[in-house]
């Protein structure tokens, strides 16, 4: 069951399939302390990145209800999966259903709208799951937004089982992320920015290094989503007044509270408490 007294209205929802937002999570809360936060990991029905669009959008939209049904005006979808295959339709075509003051927000735009300040060639490349490298939808944002730039996407489908298994900083990962920065590189090997575009790769981000020739980085996504956001409620103060500032952050999981708990520990570096969500 829910414990209804630790809901707060007005707090920000951050919404993953699993536990990759919780990189992006700390991001924010590293950079907005003050405000109060709900995380939600759809962990029962992770992983999003192999699922169809339909499938992806009815889980999204699911989150996206629950977050409001629990006061939050502003929900972030910490997932790069739910932000290419749901957030378009959520936002214009629920949103004005639902609440027209509501909003949900991705992490695909802000990393498009700060490639050009990163990249020297204009030659960047995305790694991520199956789901987001074929929506292509880091290629269209950047593309919308800076013409000029070529985007080369690669899917690696075996880095977050690497994560999640806790194998990500051990030899037996080398295989796998050598075997996909070869490949993308081989693709275009005028690339001098890689874009981190799963949630999970970030602690992968030492072996990525590692097998990066000199000259080329690799960029997560994490602060360029906190800046974004603290940038989004400083240009509308109509929304930022009404997110409470407690300093606070509630967990809820679809999933088994206690193993959600124990996976967290890969990603956090504090003992959290979660609960059990129905969406």
């Known amino acids: 069951m829910e414990?209804?007294?630790?809901?707060?209205?007005?707090?920000?929802?951050?919404?993953?399939?699993?536990?990759?937002?919780?990189?992006?999570?700390?991001?924010?809360?590293?950079?907005?302390p003050e405000y109060?936060?709900?995380y939600l990991g759809d962990n029962a029905?992770?992983?999003?990145?192999?699922?169809?669009?339909?499938?992806?959008?009815?889980?999204?939209?699911?989150a996206v209800k629950w977050f409001f049904k629990h006061g939050c005006k502003l929900v972030v979808l910490a997932c790069n999966?739910?932000?290419?295959?749901?957030?378009?339709?959520?936002?214009?075509?629920?949103?004005?259903?639902?609440?027209?003051?509501?909003?949900?927000?991705?992490?695909?735009?802000?990393t498009a709208e700060n490639?050009?300040?990163?990249?020297?060639?204009?030659?960047?490349?995305?790694?991520?799951?199956?789901?987001?490298?074929?929506?292509?939808?880091?290629?269209?944002?950047?593309?919308?937004?800076?013409?000029?730039?070529?985007?080369?996407?690669?899917?690696?489908?075996?880095?977050?089982p690497l994560v999640e298994n806790r194998e990500y900083n051990k030899p037996g990962a080398d295989y796998f992320v050598k075997k996909h920065i070869d490949s993308i590189l081989s693709k275009d090997p005028l690339i001098d920015t890689i874009i981190l575009g799963c949630t999970h790769y970030p602690l992968l981000i030492e072996k990525i290094t590692d097998f990066l020739p000199k000259g080329v980085r690799a960029i997560s996504q994490g602060k360029l989503v906190a800046e974004s956001l603290k940038n989004y409620l400083e240009r509308h103060p109509?929304?930022?007044?009404?997110?409470?500032?407690?300093g606070t952050i509630t967990y809820f999981t679809t999933d088994s509270p206690s193993k959600f708990i124990e996976q967290a520990s890969i990603f956090l570096d504090e003992e959290i408490?979660?609960?059990k969500a129905d969406l």
């Open 81 to 110: 999966t739910a932000s290419a295959k749901a957030l378009r339709s959520i936002q214009q075509i629920d949103l004005p259903k639902i609440d027209i003051n509501n909003r949900v927000l991705g992490v695909i735009r802000p």
């Open 45 to 62: 029905r992770t992983p999003y990145g192999n699922r169809s669009y339909e499938r992806v959008y009815e889980f999204t939209l699911e």
């Open 115 to 160: 490639v050009s300040k990163i990249s020297q060639s204009g030659h960047i490349g995305i790694m991520g799951t199956e789901g987001t490298i074929q929506s292509k939808s880091y290629d269209i944002e950047i593309n919308k937004l800076h013409p000029h730039m070529f985007v080369t996407g690669e899917a690696c489908p075996m880095w977050v």
């Open 238 to 246: 109509e929304m930022d007044i009404l997110c409470t500032k407690n």
């Open 3 to 32: 414990d209804k007294d630790t809901h707060r209205d007005g707090a920000i929802g951050v919404f993953d399939s699993g536990y990759g937002g919780l990189t992006v999570l700390s991001e924010i809360k590293s950079l907005m």
């Open 36 to 38: 109060d936060f709900i």
């Open 273 to 275: 408490v979660a609960q």
